[in-house]
């Protein structure tokens, strides 16, 4: 049982056709606004942790899936991937990125 007192969880949008297509039938329902941002944040933690968990070979697709729900929840936010970007580019202008490895200690 999830924080919404249902259980299940959500699935990407072809899942219950593939079931089918496999020869069962699927039980689902249309979670509400509320419940689905709330599934996507749960699933965005679900793939970080399959990617965290992954190797090498198997990361690449793992982080494919985090990029997904976080393409979900910026629609959901009423942010297109463009919009996006835009955020992430600004916010790597002013305070970088992580491309020199930079490992922070603290102060003097």
Same mark, same amino acid.
Request: glycine share 8%.
């Given at each position: 049982?999830?924080?919404?007192? %249902?259980?299940?969880?959500? &699935?990407? $949008?072809?899942?219950?056709?593939?079931?089918?297509?496999?020869?069962?039938?699927?039980?689902?329902?249309?979670?509400?606004?509320?419940?689905?941002?709330?599934?996507?944040r $749960?699933?965005?933690?679900?793939?970080? %942790?399959?990617?965290?968990?992954?190797?090498?070979?198997?990361?690449?697709?793992?982080?494919?899936?985090?990029?997904?729900? &976080?393409?979900?929840?910026?629609?959901?936010l009423?942010i297109?991937?463009?919009?996006?970007?835009?955020?992430?580019?600004?916010?790597?202008?002013?305070?970088?990125?992580? %491309?020199?490895?930079? &490992?922070?200690?603290?102060?003097?």
């Amino acid at each position: 049982m999830n924080r919404w007192g %249902a259980y299940g969880k959500l &699935v990407r $949008d072809r899942i219950p056709q593939i079931i089918r297509e496999d020869g069962a039938e699927p039980v689902t329902y249309t979670a509400s606004p509320e419940e689905y941002r709330n599934r996507l944040r $749960d699933k965005l933690g679900e793939e970080i %942790a399959e990617f965290l968990e992954a190797d090498d070979a198997k990361a690449p697709e793992e982080l494919a899936d985090v990029l997904e729900v &976080v393409h979900a929840l910026a629609a959901d936010l009423g942010i297109d991937r463009d919009q996006l970007e835009k955020i992430r580019e600004a916010k790597a202008n002013e305070r970088g990125g992580f %491309a020199d490895r930079v &490992v922070w200690t603290g102060n003097r």
